[in-house]
Protein backbone atom coordinates (compact mmCIF):
# COMPACT_ATOMS: atom_id res chain seq x y z
CA UNK A 1 0.00 0.00 0.00
CA UNK A 2 1.39 3.31 -0.85
CA UNK A 3 1.56 6.25 1.80
CA UNK A 4 2.80 8.34 4.46
CA UNK A 5 3.49 7.18 8.23
CA UNK A 6 4.71 8.41 10.82
CA UNK A 7 5.99 7.22 14.08
CA UNK A 8 5.81 7.44 16.49
CA UNK A 9 2.01 7.86 17.23
CA UNK A 10 3.00 9.85 20.97
CA UNK A 11 6.27 11.15 21.93
CA UNK A 12 7.58 12.37 25.20
CA UNK A 13 10.13 14.91 26.16
CA UNK A 14 11.84 16.36 28.65
CA UNK A 15 13.20 19.76 29.34
CA UNK A 16 16.44 19.98 27.27
CA UNK A 17 16.02 17.28 25.23
CA UNK A 18 15.82 16.42 21.38
CA UNK A 19 13.41 14.59 20.22
CA UNK A 20 13.03 13.56 16.35
CA UNK A 21 10.07 12.37 14.38
CA UNK A 22 9.97 9.87 11.96
CA UNK A 23 8.51 10.32 8.14
CA UNK A 24 8.63 7.90 5.55
CA UNK A 25 6.74 7.88 2.18
CA UNK A 26 6.05 5.44 -0.19
CA UNK A 27 4.31 7.67 -2.94
CA UNK A 28 7.55 8.82 -5.14
CA UNK A 29 6.78 12.20 -4.28
CA UNK A 30 9.58 14.64 -4.79
CA UNK A 31 8.22 17.39 -2.33
CA UNK A 32 7.44 16.60 1.99
CA UNK A 33 6.80 18.75 4.29
CA UNK A 34 6.45 19.36 8.17
CA UNK A 35 3.38 20.97 9.90
CA UNK A 36 2.50 21.89 13.50
CA UNK A 37 -1.37 21.83 14.49
CA UNK A 38 -2.28 23.59 17.89
CA UNK A 39 -5.86 23.40 18.96
CA UNK A 40 -7.85 26.28 17.43
CA UNK A 41 -4.89 27.39 15.48
CA UNK A 42 -5.07 25.75 11.91
CA UNK A 43 -2.00 24.04 10.52
CA UNK A 44 1.08 26.34 10.61
CA UNK A 45 4.31 25.28 8.08
CA UNK A 46 7.58 24.58 9.67
CA UNK A 47 10.40 23.34 7.36
CA UNK A 48 9.20 22.17 3.28
CA UNK A 49 11.67 20.37 0.96
CA UNK A 50 11.19 20.04 -2.79
CA UNK A 51 13.88 17.56 -3.05
CA UNK A 52 16.94 15.59 -2.17
CA UNK A 53 19.56 17.23 0.01
CA UNK A 54 17.46 20.50 0.22
CA UNK A 55 15.11 22.10 2.25
CA UNK A 56 13.57 25.78 3.34
CA UNK A 57 12.14 27.52 6.62
CA UNK A 58 8.35 27.66 6.63
CA UNK A 59 6.51 30.12 8.75
CA UNK A 60 7.29 28.92 12.09
CA UNK A 61 11.00 27.28 11.47
CA UNK A 62 12.83 28.31 15.10
CA UNK A 63 13.63 25.65 17.19
CA UNK A 64 13.48 22.84 14.79
CA UNK A 65 15.65 21.47 12.04
CA UNK A 66 15.67 18.93 9.39
CA UNK A 67 17.24 16.87 6.58
CA UNK A 68 16.26 14.78 3.16
CA UNK A 69 18.93 12.45 2.45
CA UNK A 70 16.73 10.16 1.25
CA UNK A 71 13.77 10.91 -1.01
CA UNK A 72 11.31 8.65 0.93
CA UNK A 73 12.40 10.10 4.29
CA UNK A 74 12.05 13.48 5.92
CA UNK A 75 12.38 13.59 10.08
CA UNK A 76 12.32 16.52 11.96
CA UNK A 77 14.22 17.23 15.05
CA UNK A 78 12.37 19.10 17.67
CA UNK A 79 15.47 20.80 19.58
CA UNK A 80 15.71 22.26 23.14
CA UNK A 81 15.45 25.71 21.96
CA UNK A 82 12.15 25.20 21.25
CA UNK A 83 10.18 26.36 24.13
CA UNK A 84 6.52 25.37 23.76
CA UNK A 85 6.91 22.08 21.92
CA UNK A 86 3.55 20.56 22.58
CA UNK A 87 1.59 19.99 19.61
CA UNK A 88 0.08 17.60 16.89
CA UNK A 89 3.02 17.17 14.30
CA UNK A 90 2.00 16.05 10.76
CA UNK A 91 4.04 15.50 8.11
CA UNK A 92 3.13 15.07 3.98
CA UNK A 93 4.59 14.85 0.59
CA UNK A 94 2.93 15.83 -3.26
CA UNK A 95 4.04 15.25 -6.51
CA UNK A 96 2.20 18.51 -7.56
CA UNK A 97 -0.32 21.01 -6.05
CA UNK A 98 -2.23 18.03 -3.67
CA UNK A 99 -0.42 17.43 -0.32
CA UNK A 100 -1.18 13.78 1.20
CA UNK A 101 -1.17 13.73 5.10
CA UNK A 102 0.36 11.38 7.37
CA UNK A 103 -1.29 10.04 10.45
CA UNK A 104 0.23 12.97 12.82
CA UNK A 105 2.40 12.61 15.89
CA UNK A 106 1.74 14.14 19.01
CA UNK A 107 4.46 15.43 21.03
CA UNK A 108 4.22 15.88 24.64
CA UNK A 109 6.47 17.64 27.24
CA UNK A 110 7.56 16.08 30.70
CA UNK B 1 -0.15 38.50 2.19
CA UNK B 2 -1.98 35.21 1.63
CA UNK B 3 -4.82 34.18 4.03
CA UNK B 4 -7.55 31.77 4.93
CA UNK B 5 -10.69 33.06 6.84
CA UNK B 6 -13.43 30.31 8.41
CA UNK B 7 -16.37 30.29 10.23
CA UNK B 8 -15.99 29.83 13.89
CA UNK B 9 -16.91 26.44 15.01
CA UNK B 10 -17.97 24.10 16.54
CA UNK B 11 -21.09 24.05 14.51
CA UNK B 12 -23.60 20.76 15.75
CA UNK B 13 -26.33 19.71 13.44
CA UNK B 14 -29.02 16.91 13.09
CA UNK B 15 -28.29 13.98 11.24
CA UNK B 16 -29.55 14.32 7.36
CA UNK B 17 -29.49 18.69 8.00
CA UNK B 18 -27.75 20.70 5.20
CA UNK B 19 -24.57 21.75 6.24
CA UNK B 20 -22.61 25.14 4.89
CA UNK B 21 -19.36 26.09 6.35
CA UNK B 22 -17.89 29.52 5.25
CA UNK B 23 -14.87 29.93 3.14
CA UNK B 24 -13.43 32.70 2.35
CA UNK B 25 -9.66 33.90 1.14
CA UNK B 26 -7.26 36.76 0.31
CA UNK B 27 -4.67 35.86 -2.60
CA UNK B 28 -2.35 37.25 -5.22
CA UNK B 29 -3.33 36.04 -8.37
CA UNK B 30 -5.19 32.85 -8.57
CA UNK B 31 -5.02 30.46 -6.41
CA UNK B 32 -5.87 26.66 -6.07
CA UNK B 33 -8.27 25.83 -3.51
CA UNK B 34 -8.99 23.12 -1.15
CA UNK B 35 -11.38 21.28 1.73
CA UNK B 36 -9.26 19.18 3.78
CA UNK B 37 -11.19 16.71 6.62
CA UNK B 38 -9.61 15.43 9.73
CA UNK B 39 -11.51 12.92 12.01
CA UNK B 40 -10.42 12.51 15.55
CA UNK B 41 -6.52 11.75 16.43
CA UNK B 42 -5.98 11.22 12.10
CA UNK B 43 -4.29 13.01 9.96
CA UNK B 44 -5.69 14.96 7.32
CA UNK B 45 -7.44 13.90 4.25
CA UNK B 46 -8.40 15.71 0.96
CA UNK B 47 -11.71 16.02 0.59
CA UNK B 48 -12.29 18.22 -2.44
CA UNK B 49 -10.25 20.97 -4.60
CA UNK B 50 -10.94 23.51 -7.09
CA UNK B 51 -8.36 25.24 -9.37
CA UNK B 52 -10.15 28.06 -11.42
CA UNK B 53 -12.88 30.09 -11.11
CA UNK B 54 -16.17 28.68 -11.50
CA UNK B 55 -15.10 25.09 -11.21
CA UNK B 56 -16.83 23.28 -8.43
CA UNK B 57 -15.21 20.02 -6.94
CA UNK B 58 -17.13 17.27 -5.15
CA UNK B 59 -16.64 14.28 -2.90
CA UNK B 60 -18.60 12.04 -0.88
CA UNK B 61 -21.32 14.23 -1.11
CA UNK B 62 -19.90 17.47 -0.09
CA UNK B 63 -19.70 20.64 -2.75
CA UNK B 64 -17.85 23.56 -3.26
CA UNK B 65 -17.69 26.26 -5.95
CA UNK B 66 -14.31 28.49 -6.67
CA UNK B 67 -16.19 31.83 -6.66
CA UNK B 68 -13.64 34.48 -7.66
CA UNK B 69 -15.97 37.32 -7.77
CA UNK B 70 -16.13 36.69 -4.06
CA UNK B 71 -13.10 35.21 -3.32
CA UNK B 72 -15.14 31.92 -1.59
CA UNK B 73 -15.42 28.47 -1.53
CA UNK B 74 -18.12 27.54 0.37
CA UNK B 75 -18.48 23.93 1.52
CA UNK B 76 -21.94 22.59 1.31
CA UNK B 77 -23.74 19.22 1.94
CA UNK B 78 -27.32 18.51 1.66
CA UNK B 79 -28.06 15.22 4.42
CA UNK B 80 -25.07 14.77 6.93
CA UNK B 81 -24.43 11.70 8.91
CA UNK B 82 -23.28 10.41 12.16
CA UNK B 83 -19.82 9.54 10.68
CA UNK B 84 -19.07 13.45 8.99
CA UNK B 85 -18.43 14.56 12.28
CA UNK B 86 -14.72 15.84 12.03
CA UNK B 87 -12.87 19.08 11.58
CA UNK B 88 -12.83 20.58 8.02
CA UNK B 89 -9.86 23.15 7.20
CA UNK B 90 -10.06 25.22 4.13
CA UNK B 91 -6.70 25.92 2.25
CA UNK B 92 -5.40 27.66 -0.81
CA UNK B 93 -2.05 26.80 -2.81
CA UNK B 94 -0.19 30.58 -2.71
CA UNK B 95 0.25 30.78 -6.06
CA UNK B 96 3.60 32.06 -7.61
CA UNK B 97 5.54 30.91 -4.56
CA UNK B 98 7.95 28.09 -6.32
CA UNK B 99 6.70 25.36 -4.54
CA UNK B 100 3.08 24.14 -3.26
CA UNK B 101 3.00 25.88 0.22
CA UNK B 102 -0.47 25.45 1.49
CA UNK B 103 -2.37 28.26 3.42
CA UNK B 104 -4.77 26.86 6.04
CA UNK B 105 -7.85 28.01 7.87
CA UNK B 106 -8.31 27.30 11.58
CA UNK B 107 -10.62 24.63 10.86
CA UNK B 108 -14.25 24.29 12.07
CA UNK B 109 -15.80 21.21 14.27
CA UNK B 110 -18.94 19.45 12.78
CA UNK B 111 -20.98 17.46 15.30
CA UNK B 112 -23.56 15.69 13.74
CA UNK B 113 -25.97 14.03 16.37
CA UNK B 114 -28.78 11.18 15.80
Known amino acids: DGGITQSPKYLFRKEGQNVTLSCEQN?????MYWYRQDPGQGLRLIYY???????QKGDIAEGYSVSREKKESFPLTVTSAQKNPTAFYLCASSSGETQYFGPGTRLLVL | GNSVTQMEGPVTLSEEAFLTINCTYT??????LFWYVQYPGEGLQLLLKATKADDKGSNKGFEATYRKETTSFHLEKGSVQVSDSAVYFC?????????????FGKGTKLSVIP
Open chain 1, 27 to 31: LNHDA
Open chain 1, 49 to 55: SQIVNDF
Open chain 2, 91 to 103: ALIRPGAGSYQLT
Open chain 2, 27 to 32: ATGYPS
